[in-house]
């Protein structure tokens, strides 16, 4: 089992809805948890980070920690097509950091 | 980049030749990692350095080597490089490792192709 797991996609949604992206970990001391943002051919791009159950909200992104059931999850709201790129989550249970394969997340103008 | 510059950006070699890869950071941060990037597995690491000739081996470190003689500078090599090691690395650096809240910051990557 991998130790974290997100749907890869494609997901496809219109511009100005909300994206809901999800991923979950398998270990269940992971203290923090993050959201990287990479567009094709760059670098991963931090954007969000979240440590403690429940909503973290900044600007039009909303991270969701769900310790409990072991899922993360990120919100975009007023999607814009400049949103469009592969979003990796993150997790790090207190020796390293383990990431997912991305989910891959394009917005339709 | 969070002060990060990787070189080369793009690397074409040959098998059974050795390539170095560098890592240059301006951030005076004592953690350094080197990932790789390949489809269907993520962000896998490869090595990491906890300060200046400290090392310890990621998940996939076999037929890779590191050192790290100066703050600033972290060295990926790959002795004799295999197809397999065709990919796109990172450089990452963090201040103070993996406790927690700590985060990870990207350089720009090197795209090498081994033919």
């Known amino acids: 089992q991998k130790e974290v797991e997100q749907n890869s996609g494609p997901l496809s949604v219109p511009e100005g809805a909300i994206a809901s992206l999800n991923c979950t970990y398998s270990?269940?001391?992971?203290?923090?948890f993050f959201w990287y943002r990479q567009y094709s051919g760059k670098s991963p791009e931090l954007i969000m980070s979240i440590y403690s159950n429940g909503d973290k909200e900044d600007g039009r992104f909303t991270a969701q920690l769900n310790k409990a059931s072991q899922y993360v999850s990120l919100l975009i709201r007023d999607s814009q097509p400049s949103d469009s790129a592969t979003y990796l989550c993150a997790v790090n249970p207190g020796n390293q950091f383990y990431f997912g394969t991305g989910t891959s997340l394009t917005v339709i103008p | 980049d969070a002060g990060i510059t990787q070189s080369p950006r793009h690397k074409v070699t040959e098998t059974g030749t050795p390539v170095t890869l560098r890592c240059h950071q301006t951030?005076?941060?004592?953690?350094m990692y080197w990932y790789r990037q390949d489809p269907g597995h993520g962000l896998r690491l490869i090595h990491y350095s906890y300060g200046v000739k400290d090392t310890d081996k990621g998940e996939v470190s076999d037929g890779y080597s590191v050192s790290r003689s100066k703050t600033e500078d972290f060295l990926l090599t790959l002795e004799s490089a295999t197809s397999s090691q065709t990919s796109v690395y990172f450089c990452a650096i963090s201040e103070t490792g993996v406790a927690t809240n700590e985060k990870l910051f990207f350089g720009s990557g090197t795209q090498l192709s081994v033919l």
């Open positions: 951030e005076n941060h004592r953690y």
């Open positions: 270990d269940r001391v992971s203290q923090s």
